[in-house]
């Protein structure tokens, strides 16, 4: 699953717009190719990040979201695409075993945001 929808779907501010774009409906299009990321990644030198989570897990999950009687296991299974990476390997695969703070802790290293002043908001 791309993170960066992940993030969308669940109310995260998402982005390096200044100010952060607050994305509240998403729209996913599994069929679209992934040339508008190819770009930013290399316009950015941005780190990219895919969590491996299984079909089963990503069900598990979803049903303690508060979306999660708007969105059908048959709306998950339309758009779910295991391991749907990015060709040229720009992406660090996060595995489902990950913890919340590991996977945070990887990606603020990976982005060189690690080092930022916390905001408080």
């Known amino acids: ?29 599994a069929a679209l190719p992934g040339s508008y990321i190819d770009a930013a990644v290399a316009q950015l030198r941005a780190a990219g990040h895919d969590l ?9 999950r979803h049903a303690t979201k508060p979306i999660a009687d708007d969105v059908s296991e048959a709306q998950l299974r339309d758009w779910y695409r295991s391991r749907d990476l990015l060709p040229g390997q720009v992406e660090t695969v996060i595995g489902a075993d990950s913890t919340l703070a590991a996977t945070v802790d990887r990606i603020m290293l990976d982005t060189d945001l690690a080092g930022l002043p916390a905001m408080d908001r």
């Open 1 to 29: 699953m791309n993170l960066a929808f992940g993030a969308a779907a669940n109310g995260a501010v998402v982005g390096l717009a200044s100010p952060p774009v607050h994305v509240t409906d998403p729209v996913f299009d």
């Open 52 to 60: 491996d989570v299984p079909f089963e897990e990503t069900v598990s």
